[in-house]
Every structure is written in structure tokens, then in C-alpha cells.
């Protein structure tokens, strides 16, 4: 068994360029939770063909700012897709939020949305389906195994780069260009 020494909550997993596993291939992945027990995560990188206005015409709920209604919906990760994620700055007064830190929440209920499309939520959002969960030592596991980059958190990276430059930044924000990472391990 590997031993949790460090928890990587508001980290960035990093997919290294050898990942196979088409769910986290070149993605970055927020770490909300970790702890012996295991982790949870939201991917950051990773836009769904919905948006929002998509989401909330399911939920009978109003849009009244086309702006919002516009904002893309990101797969979040393979466990209970069905469910919504709200990643965002200022913890605010919602029914359901676990706050990563004084600058990032992780909101799941409903009141966030309604308080979106009027125009009263969050100003930073990153709605996601799904999140990427980990049981106890797999993701020290899959890191120990070369899987996984980690690297504090940048909530400019979630929030202000375009989805598309978030892998490559995420590892420039440790001083690693990704690209000349091999896919092969460094063990001998």
C-alpha cells in the first residue's frame, strides 16, 4: 500500500503523454477532494458538444442572460455523468458547496444554477457533467506509475485560458513543456 504523504486538494493532475485511458488522455483534472480515502476531481479541459442553455432548458429553468446560456458544459469525468458541477470563484450562499479554497468552490445543487441564469451567480464559472473519482491509493498509485503530472493549482488556468491551452499551461505553470515528455516510464 502507498502511503498518502501529501494531499494534492487544489492540484492539477496533469495527464502525461503517455495516458491511455481515453476518458484522461491530455487532460488536466482539479483536484477538489484527496485525502487516504481516496479523491475527487472535476476535468477542466475537456468541452461536451452542450452548453448551458442545454442544462438548464432540461431543468425548466429560465435563462435570462443569452451570454450565460452560451457557456459550454465540460465532461467533468466518467462517474455519474448525469450529474452537474459547478466549479467557480466566491463561495457564496448555496445549498450544496464544498469549498476547495478561499478562491474555488465546488457547488452540485440547483440554487446556483437559477442564480445563474439570472444573472446573480458566480462571475468565474466552469460547469461540468460528471466528475473523476479515485478509491483509496489509486491515485497515489497511478502517479508512483507515471500516469499523472501534478502541480498546484492556477484558477487563471481553469477560468481565463481557453480550454484548449489548458494541458500545455498546466504543465508550463511547473516549468514543463509537456511536449518533450516521453510516453515511456523513467524506470530502469
Known amino acids: 500500500m502507498i502511503e498518502v504523504?501529501?494531499?494534492?486538494?487544489n492540484h492539477f493532475l496533469i495527464a502525461m503523454p503517455g495516458m491511455a485511458d481515453p476518458f484522461f488522455a491530455k487532460t488536466v483534472t482539479y483536484l477538489c477532494q484527496?485525502?487516504?480515502?481516496?479523491?475527487l476531481g472535476i476535468i477542466v479541459n475537456r468541452p461536451s458538444d452542450l452548453t448551458l442553455s442545454d442544462i438548464m432548458q432540461q431543468m425548466n429553468i429560465e435563462v435570462r442572460e443569452p451570454e450565460m446560456g452560451n457557456t459550454p458544459v465540460y465532461f467533468g469525468g466518467p462517474v455519474q455523468p448525469?450529474?452537474?458541477f459547478v466549479l467557480h470563484d466566491a463561495p457564496g450562499q448555496w445549498d450544496t458547496?464544498?469549498?476547495?479554497?478561499?478562491?474555488i468552490s465546488l457547488t452540485t445543487s440547483r440554487d446556483i444554477l437559477e442564480?445563474?441564469?439570472?444573472?446573480?451567480?458566480?462571475?468565474k464559472v466552469l460547469v461540468a457533467l460528471g466528475y473523476a473519482g479515485w478509491s483509496k491509493g489509486q491515485l497515489e498509485r497511478e502517479i508512483v506509475e507515471n500516469a499523472w503530472l501534478n502541480a498546484p493549482a492556477d484558477k487563471n488556468?481553469?477560468?481565463e485560458h481557453p480550454s484548449a491551452q489548458r494541458w500545455r499551461a498546466?504543465?508550463?505553470?511547473v516549468g514543463i513543456d509537456i511536449s518533450l515528455l516521453t510516453t515511456q516510464a523513467g524506470h530502469g
Do not use: C, W, Y
Not at 484527496?34 to 479523491?39: F, K, Q, V
Not at 458547496?97 to 478562491?103: D, F, H, K, N, S
Not at 498546466?170 to 505553470?173: D, I, L, T, V
Open 82 to 84: 448525469e450529474r452537474g
Open 157 to 159: 488556468i481553469i477560468f
Open 115 to 123: 442564480a445563474m441564469a439570472r444573472g446573480e451567480g458566480p462571475k
Open 97 to 103: 458547496t464544498l469549498q476547495v479554497t478561499e478562491g
Open 5 to 9: 504523504d501529501v494531499n494534492l486538494t
Open 170 to 173: 498546466a504543465a508550463e505553470s
Open 34 to 39: 484527496h485525502s487516504e480515502e481516496g479523491a
